[in-house]
């Protein structure tokens, strides 16, 4: 999940932006397993920017060491850490779409896109960093986002999914570069000496971190003014498929 942020930060920023106005609308008794969908979501974000923060702290500690061994050294100390909140969304995706199904079952049906369909995205992060021990070439195997799935429209996702269910589609695809995201990555590796690589992934993963925090604080503005603290910390019975 660290190689893709910006990826997440826009589908999270695609959920505020359409949850705001779709919100006030919500039935009373719907309410706080929306929030609770919401909240968890959250949360998964908070752990990917905490992770990313150590990340980038333990990359600068290294740095006297040169660029790529601290890219190294960085991923070795926090792959397990990577791989748990990846986990965390990958566990999340039937509540979430429960939960965006209360506030906005066109919003629902475009995110699960990530979850089913022509493979599984977020599965498909959980092995984006190898590692390359062997004594001849001891290196990480990394998966470099190319940006097909930054630059998607989702308003015009949004839409057509919109129209598809209207007309009396149950389940609408809404075709796009998610479909086929493994053609929007290529594979890249860093030994001891490539710094020049090294330096292009740490630029890479400080600028996706930025999109990620943005997307964060949209998130926490948005469960901020429209739910009770109440409905944020007790959240018992509240999960949208009980």
């Not at 748990?84 to 066109?106: A, C, K, Q, R």
């Not at 995205?121 to 984006?128: A, C, I, K, Q, R």
Request: aromatic share 10%; proline share 2%.
């Amino acid at each position: 999940m660290l190689i893709a942020e910006g990826i997440v930060g826009k589908v999270v920023s695609f959920i505020v932006n359409k949850s705001i106005d779709s919100l006030v609308s919500i039935p009373f008794d719907k309410h706080r397993k929306a929030c609770r969908a919401l909240t968890k979501l959250y949360y998964s974000v908070q752990a990917l920017d905490d992770v990313t923060e150590s990340f980038i702290q333990t990359l600068n500690h290294f740095k006297h060491s040169g660029d790529a061994s601290a890219v190294i050294h960085a991923l070795n100390s926090h792959s397990h850490e990577v791989e748990l909140t990846t986990n965390s969304f990958i566990d999340l995706g039937n509540e979430l779409y429960g939960g965006l199904e209360i506030i906005d079952p066109v919003l629902a049906e475009c995110c699960h896109s990530l979850y089913r369909g022509k493979g599984d995205f977020l599965s498909f992060l959980s092995n984006s960093i190898e590692w390359d021990r062997s004594p001849e070439s001891s290196r990480v195997l990394l998966k470099r986002p190319l940006g097909k799935m930054q630059a998607v429209d989702m308003d015009s996702m949004y839409e057509r999914t919109k129209l598809a269910l209207a007309s009396g589609e149950k389940h609408y695809w809404p075709s796009s570069a998610f479909d086929d995201f493994s053609s929007d990555f290529e594979e890249i590796s860093i030994g001891w000496e490539d710094n020049k690589a090294a330096k292009e992934f740490e630029s890479m993963i400080i600028q996706q971190n930025q999109l990620l925090k943005e997307a964060k604080e949209g998130l926490r503005k948005l469960l901020k003014e429209n739910f009770s603290i109440e409905e944020i910390l007790f959240q018992s019975d509240a999960h949208p498929y009980r």
